[in-house]
């Protein structure tokens, strides 16, 4: 795969990482990356590499994307061994956010939630050596290496999603627990799945029927021959997998009395004001956060605004009448004049009457909504 046909957004920081590698590198790397040069590209790019590396070292000179695309491709071969990881593990987590990124152009939603998490993880288990062509065949890894390394990076992943969905699994649990215990109306709720990236709409969560399908689990060992770097990747990944666990595992009990707290204050706002009551809420989940609005308006205010804009009605179509009136009276005089003033006011007024029908109707259905308490 050649430097063309990635994406140089996807693989910027690797790009950056070979381009800071190929501009420090000392002078036995530089002169085995001269050779490969010479042998593979010419004597004229050979001369014009040698020509131009001190002006490209100092900032003087760009360097061309035909030269960069070249470099790109050959300098990992000469890279030390934790430097060559580095760069295949860039290429797995990248090959992981591609893979998120067009999972999430489709719909998700509460009722298939757990399914997501099952055919997402059926797609980073089928990472292959396919996904890596830029690794096979140029002599960075052999085809073995890069299998096994492969099995730490699946086994790694799969975690991640194992821990994933049960975090998300226990926020909606709780969540539709501290709901189901109010008899009240949620204005709007949301729940921000942090793996996805990816909001949800919650609203009918206290009728939903949550059921979890467990994931698939891998049995890994670190084979002997890629210790050094598999298991430090392996062993580093997996520590901040569990003290995620722990951290999310301890705040629980906090964000349950959150949610407490926030009931509390709401209830306790209602009881005393004869006003609407409108709150609104974040809260750090396991998994996500969790968006809430709770909203009651009291019968004395809808039924104020339906006195009000009842009011202004009347008197919008009571100046309209006397208005017809009296110009009624000198039509025949004024007659272009006249009927041009009764256009202007209907349609000045016109807006308001639309606005005021809208509010009356408005509070006709929160009085349904929130009833005549």
């Given at each position: 795969?050649?430097?063309?046909?990635?994406?140089?957004?996807?693989?910027?920081?690797?790009?950056?990482?070979?381009?800071?590698?190929?501009?420090?590198?000392d002078d036995e790397t530089f002169r085995?990356?001269?050779?490969?040069?010479?042998?593979?590209?010419?004597?004229?790019?050979?001369?014009?590499?040698?020509?131009?590396?001190?002006?490209?070292?100092?900032?003087?000179?760009?360097?061309?994307?035909?030269?960069?695309?070249?470099?790109?491709?050959?300098?990992?071969?000469?890279?030390?061994?934790?430097?060559?990881?580095?760069?295949?593990?860039?290429?797995?987590?990248?090959?992981?956010?591609?893979?998120?990124?067009?999972?999430?152009?489709?719909?998700?939603?509460?009722s298939v939630i757990n399914q997501c998490?099952?055919?997402?993880?059926?797609?980073?288990?089928?990472?292959?050596?396919?996904?890596?062509?830029?690794?096979?065949?140029?002599?960075?890894?052999?085809?073995?290496?890069?299998?096994?390394?492969?099995?730490?990076?699946?086994?790694?992943?799969?975690?991640?999603?194992?821990?994933?969905?049960?975090?998300?699994?226990?926020?909606?649990?709780?969540?539709?627990?501290?709901?189901?215990?109010?008899?009240?109306?949620?204005?709007?709720?949301?729940?921000?799945?942090?793996?996805?990236?990816?909001?949800?709409?919650?609203?009918?969560?206290?009728?939903?029927?949550?059921?979890?399908?467990?994931?698939?689990?891998?049995?890994?060992?670190?084979?002997?021959?890629?210790?050094?770097?598999?298991?430090?990747?392996?062993?580093?990944?997996?520590?901040?997998?569990?003290?995620?666990?722990?951290?999310?595992?301890?705040?629980?009990?906090?964000?349950?009395?959150?949610?407490?707290?926030?009931?509390?204050?709401?209830?306790?706002?209602?009881?005393?004001?004869?006003?609407?009551?409108?709150?609104?809420?974040?809260?750090?989940?396991?998994?996500?956060?969790?968006?809430?609005?709770?909203?009651?308006?009291?019968?004395?205010?809808?039924?104020?605004?339906?006195?009000?804009?009842?009011?202004?009605?009347?008197?919008?179509?009571?100046?309209?009448?006397?208005?017809?009136?009296?110009?009624?009276?000198?039509?025949?005089?004024?007659?272009?004049?006249?009927?041009?003033?009764?256009?202007?006011?209907?349609?000045?007024?016109?807006?308001?009457?639309?606005?005021?029908?809208?509010?009356?109707?408005?509070?006709?259905?929160?009085?349904?909504?929130?009833?005549?308490?």
């Amino acid at each position: 795969m050649s430097y063309q046909d990635v994406s140089y957004a996807t693989r910027s920081k690797i790009y950056n990482f070979l381009e800071k590698e190929f501009l420090n590198a000392d002078d036995e790397t530089f002169r085995i990356i001269a050779r490969h040069y010479y042998k593979h590209y010419g004597y004229g790019a050979y001369n014009y590499l040698l020509k131009t590396y001190t002006s490209w070292q100092r900032g003087w000179t760009g360097i061309s994307s035909l030269t960069f695309g070249r470099i790109i491709e050959c300098m990992p071969k000469y890279l030390a061994d934790d430097k060559r990881f580095f760069i295949l593990q860039e290429e797995v987590h990248s090959f992981f956010d591609k893979k998120r990124n067009d999972f999430n152009k489709n719909n998700i939603s509460l009722s298939v939630i757990n399914q997501c998490f099952i055919d997402f993880q059926k797609l980073i288990l089928s990472f292959g050596k396919e996904d890596l062509q830029w690794f096979i065949g140029r002599g960075i890894f052999n085809e073995e290496q890069v299998e096994h390394y492969l099995k730490i990076c699946r086994y790694v992943l799969c975690e991640k999603i194992i821990q994933a969905h049960r975090q998300v699994a226990n926020d909606l649990e709780l969540i539709k627990q501290k709901l189901s215990s109010i008899n009240e109306i949620i204005s709007g709720s949301s729940y921000h799945i942090r793996f996805f990236e990816k909001s949800i709409c919650i609203d009918n969560i206290k009728k939903a029927g949550l059921s979890y399908t467990p994931l698939h689990t891998i049995n890994f060992k670190i084979d002997e021959s890629f210790k050094k770097f598999g298991e430090r990747y392996f062993l580093e990944e997996l520590m901040k997998i569990s003290f995620a666990e722990k951290s999310k595992q301890t705040n629980t009990f906090l964000k349950s009395n959150d949610i407490d707290l926030f009931f509390s204050h709401y209830f306790e706002l209602k009881k005393l004001t004869t006003n609407q009551v409108s709150m609104k809420s974040t809260f750090e989940g396991e998994g996500g956060t969790l968006s809430l609005h709770l909203e009651f308006i009291p019968y004395s205010v809808s039924k104020r605004s339906i006195y009000v804009a009842s009011l202004k009605l009347l008197s919008y179509l009571g100046l309209s009448i006397l208005l017809i009136l009296i110009i009624s009276l000198f039509l025949e005089y004024w007659i272009i004049l006249t009927l041009i003033g009764l256009i202007v006011w209907f349609g000045s007024i016109f807006p308001k009457l639309k606005e005021e029908i809208k509010n009356i109707r408005l509070a006709k259905n929160n009085i349904q909504k929130y009833g005549q308490q």
